[in-house]
């Protein structure tokens, strides 16, 4: 009964590759997000969907791209991976984009 | 641009003792919400508090309070009766309208406390 959950929990891979992280929330939540943790514990928000339409596109590099292609489900793919990529990847959902983020388990990407 | 601060890079307590935490924020807006999580070593991210800038009331949830004083643009978290299972490192979060003030979402967090809780 997982509410927010994500796949893969772990992902390393060499630099230049092209990865997808995928989220799934069963919540009923119209509202999802990306957000970063860097190697200093530093979170940020990379990107939100409501009701899949991109509401929130923070200053993040064009090799990031989200998709979305239901309320329940927000992936993240990236393109030609640098170390600087290196990070741990949250997926979190909301209802409506006032509502509590509940977060998935994150997922710890190491670029080589 | 708004901004969280949280001053205690780390604490410590010792079991069934009190800790405060806190948090500081700088924002021009009147409506907001402010939220305190926590990430355990397993790295989860779980809520423990929310409050609405527009009430007065201070939030609570179980041994879990928060002293907001919105015209210092303070938030501080106090834990009461510390267990162990409360090591973890909280973040203090913020979220703001956006500019044309017709949604939500964006979270800014401060850059978290480590807690320990001593046996």
């Known amino acids: 009964d997982t509410a927010v959950s994500q796949t893969p929990k772990y992902l390393v891979t060499q630099m230049g590759n092209d990865k997808s992280i995928k989220c799934e929330q069963n919540l009923g939540h119209d509202t999802m997000y990306w957000y970063k943790q860097d190697s200093k514990k530093f979170l940020k928000i990379m990107f939100s969907y409501n009701n899949k339409e991109l509401i929130i596109n923070e200053t993040v590099p064009n090799r990031f791209s989200p998709k979305s292609p239901d309320k329940a489900h927000l992936n993240l793919h990236i393109n030609s991976l640098e170390l600087g990529d290196s990070a741990v990847y949250f997926c979190?959902?909301?209802?409506?984009?006032?509502?509590?983020?509940?977060f998935g388990p994150g997922t710890r990407l190491t670029v080589l | 641009a708004q901004t969280v601060t949280q001053s205690q890079p780390e604490m410590s307590v010792q079991e069934a003792e009190t800790v405060t935490l806190s948090c500081t924020y700088d924002?021009?807006?009147?409506?907001?919400?402010l939220f305190w999580y926590k990430q355990p070593p397993s790295r989860q991210m779980i809520l423990v508090i929310r409050?609405?800038?527009?009430?007065?009331q201070n939030a609570t949830e179980n041994r879990f309070s928060v002293n907001f004083q919105k015209a210092a643009k303070s938030f501080s978290l106090k834990i009461s009766d510390s267990q162990l299972g409360d090591t973890a490192m909280y973040f203090c979060?913020?979220?703001?309208?956006?500019?044309?003030?017709?949604?939500?979402?964006?979270?800014?967090f401060g850059q978290g406390t480590i807690l320990t809780v001593h046996p």
């Open positions: 409050q609405e800038a527009y009430k007065q």
């Open positions: 924002t021009s807006e009147s409506n907001y919400y």
């Open positions: 979190a959902s909301s209802l409506g984009t006032s509502g509590t983020q509940y």
């Open positions: 979060a913020f979220m703001a309208p956006n500019a044309g003030g017709t949604s939500y979402g964006k979270l800014t």
